[in-house]
């Protein structure tokens, strides 16, 4: 299956499940990709920040990349960022022989200039071969590397295998409603825009012309379902949906425990066995537990879906 530059909707940033002694709980992976589809999801995306890929070996990203790709019944990225161009390479190419429908990128940490930052991409694609469909991620918070609109416009332009920007920068909406007035006035092809940051700005996103969404939460299926009212020109009824969420997508948000408090409401849906983290982790007090449990339970006055 393939992804494209029309690409819209909701591609989940999967959660990576494990048991509570830290092994890789391959029945919870299943549960959670049937659960992404079920929830209206047009794609999954593994292996990102979220999924805790750096703790992982590689035959372990290697396990999971399989056994998602052989479940799922929708495109699925994985993420193949990497310290060095060689393990990129590696991952990308595995991944996209075992019917992976393309990778994501990031830049290196830190990067000081632009012309950094289109050196590094052009290697990435050198490296895992320009046949390969990639994503360029765009995360200036935590990679501390900052991309312009008229970088990213270069570097789209320069590598036709550059199909999306995962699009996460803060505050970023003007970012958006640049690229998408250079895609206007002639200067720039077409490419879909998913947004990131935990769907935080996502009652806005849309209407600058972002495709949709590439992110987590622990509940996918708003986040579908607010796509597509967006989509259905049903403005009032999105944000609404949105302001319910609100709350929860905040306390996600937070530094260092948003995966955590992602875990625990997926495990509170049953969709997966345990909250658990590799370590090094940062996990949820009783105090931090019980504030999640008292959103959701608020939430659940507004969605169904959060009467767990």
Not at 285 to 301: G, N
């Amino acid at each position: 299956m393939t992804f494209s530059t029309s690409s819209k909707g909701v591609y989940a940033i999967a959660a990576t499940p494990f048991h509570d002694d830290g092994a890789i709980d391959f029945n919870s992976v299943d549960r959670l990709t049937d659960f992404y589809e079920e929830s209206g999801c047009s794609g999954i995306t593994i292996l990102g920040m979220m999924g805790e890929a750096p703790k992982l070996e590689p035959d372990e990203s290697k396990a999971i990349i399989a056994r998602v790709v052989s479940r799922a019944k929708v495109p699925v990225i994985v993420g193949v960022s990497a310290p060095g161009f060689a393990a990129m390479r590696s991952l990308a190419r595995g991944a996209m022989e075992m019917g992976a429908a393309g990778v994501m990128i990031a830049p290196a940490p830190g990067m000081k200039t632009d012309d950094q930052t289109i050196s590094y991409f052009a290697n990435a694609v050198e490296a895992i071969g320009d046949d390969v469909p990639w994503v360029l991620q765009d995360y200036p918070l935590t990679l501390n590397t900052v991309i312009s609109p008229s970088v990213i416009a270069k570097i789209i332009t320069s590598h036709a295998s550059c199909l999306m920007l995962k699009h996460e920068d803060w505050p970023g909406l003007e970012k958006v409603s640049k690229l998408r007035a250079l895609q206007k006035a002639g200067e720039l092809r077409d490419f879909s825009i998913l947004c990131g940051n935990g769907g935080l700005f996502l009652d806005f996103e849309p209407g600058r012309g972002a495709d949709g969404a590439m992110t987590g939460y622990g509940f996918p299926d708003m986040l579908a379902e607010l796509v597509n009212l967006f989509a259905e020109g049903k403005r009032d009824a999105a944000h609404d949906l949105f302001d319910a969420h609100l709350p929860l997508i905040r306390y996600e948000q937070q530094p260092g425990i948003g995966l955590a408090v992602r875990k625990h409401v997926l495990k509170r849906r049953g969709v997966i066995s345990s909250d658990a983290q590799r370590k090094p982790a940062q996990t949820l007090t009783a105090t931090a537990r019980a504030e999640v449990d008292l959103l959701l339970t608020r939430l659940a006055k507004h969605d169904k879906r959060a009467a767990l």
